[in-house]
């Protein structure tokens, strides 16, 4: 067996950095190829790594809950033959409360044990964020008052040191009673970063329509006693967005590199709201699938994200999102781009309301807002009427949906 050092693969598309939950090996234990050798939580989710050879851990260079980049060794393995198997003089950090992150000159110089840089200053304990944002912005780290625990840098002291506004004094957080930090995860991290992208990158717009899903609900009552799985109305959604983006390809893109790029398959996200975080699991093909295997599929995804299940294909792969509040019994709302995509859907209740009849008389319908937010770089205010019309007439007249 060739000896190596295990490094912090890539688990995600986006991932820069990754938080060690757990390792499912212990120095000393010996593993097969294939055999579960790490928990690791990315910014997508917690994703299981499984060894690429047979060998043995030799030792845990990143405990548990400690974070490190991308590349970065985490441990020593060694062969079969016992025989130690850094190839690279490597030296452990240890791990503390007030700083998890493990920089890849720590790790690779013995000066930076315990916390102390090559040049032998103390390093900065600050949030991986709040690093990288310093880093951007020519901020130095030391001297910098951290609010976080233990006096950690949070993105916030660097926003407020590139203002020049002052550090929140003693007095302030007083008259406020007792205060909770409440630490982001990596992915609530990668979430926050990504949707401030959104809002200050992207020159979005929203266009609302009113559809009636009378015709739906009279369905999903009719098969209640003859499915097993009735779909459900987000299912219908899910389903009449692939279709409408078949026929309008522009909202079925990412823009990267300054222009759009249009994808041949139709993946619909579907946002599901965790305890801990947001994630968008992919329906691949719904535009090709029949409602029915829409409907098993999405109940699927929805507790495999509870369960935090994913894997980093199906949480990357969605080329357009839909977000659905209505069970929460949100009327309507505006939901944020999850970039590189160009278009979000967000359904809000099922409200009866009164509808004129094509007599003249009164009826009430069930009817749902329906809530498109486009990048307006990509599309523009017209192809965001026609995608929601082709859409709603899907909704209101259900018979292509579920043949």
Do not use: C
């Amino acid at each position: 067996m060739t000896p190596n050092v295990l490094r912090m693969p890539r688990l995600s598309d986006s991932m820069s950095e990754a938080t060690i939950v757990a390792w499912l090996k212990q120095p000393g234990e010996a593993f097969k190829r294939g055999e579960p050798l790490v928990e690791v939580e990315t910014d997508k989710a917690t994703v299981v790594y499984e060894a690429e050879a047979d060998g043995m851990l030799a030792e845990i260079l990143v405990t548990a809950g400690g974070t490190a980049g991308l590349g970065e060794p985490i441990a020593r393995l060694s062969g079969e033959n016992g025989d130690d198997a850094l190839t690279e003089p490597v030296t452990a950090v240890p791990q503390d409360a007030g700083e998890t992150t493990v920089s890849r000159q720590q790790v690779a110089t013995p000066a930076g044990v315990g916390g102390q840089t090559g040049s032998g200053s103390p390093r900065a304990r600050a949030t991986p964020v709040a690093r990288r944002a310093a880093a951007e912005r020519g901020i130095e780290l030391h001297g910098l008052t951290g609010t976080g625990p233990g006096g950690r840098i949070r993105m916030l002291d660097v926003l407020r040191a590139e203002s020049g506004a002052p550090a929140p004094v003693a007095e302030t957080r007083e008259l406020k009673g007792a205060t909770t930090v409440v630490p982001l995860s990596t992915t609530g991290e990668t979430i926050a970063r990504r949707m401030a992208q959104s809002r200050t990158e992207i020159p979005s717009f929203e266009v609302v329509a009113h559809a009636d899903l009378s015709t739906i609900v009279q369905l999903r009552a009719d098969a209640a006693e003859l499915a097993e799985i009735v779909p459900s109305v987000n299912d219908f959604v899910v389903k009449a967005t692939a279709l409408a983006l078949r026929a309008h390809p522009a909202f079925n893109s990412s823009f990267v590199d300054g222009r759009p790029e249009q994808h041949s398959r139709v993946n619909v996200g579907i946002a599901v709201a965790t305890e801990e975080a947001l994630l968008v699991p992919a329906v691949l093909d719904a535009d090709l699938k029949r409602l029915a295997a829409i409907a098993g599929e999405t109940r699927e995804l929805a507790a495999r994200a509870h369960d935090r299940r994913l894997s980093p294909d199906e949480l990357t792969a969605s080329t357009f999102t839909v977000s659905n509040l209505g069970m929460f019994g949100v009327a309507s709302f505006t939901a944020v781009i999850n970039p590189p995509q160009v278009g979000i859907l967000a359904v809000g209740a099922l409200e009866r309301r009164p509808v004129e009849t094509g007599t003249g008389g009164v009826a009430f319908r069930d009817v749902a807002t329906l809530t498109l937010t486009s990048d307006h770089r990509a599309v523009y205010g017209a192809d965001a009427a026609r995608f929601l019309g082709s859409l709603r007439r899907l909704l209101e007249h259900p018979l292509a949906l579920v043949l």
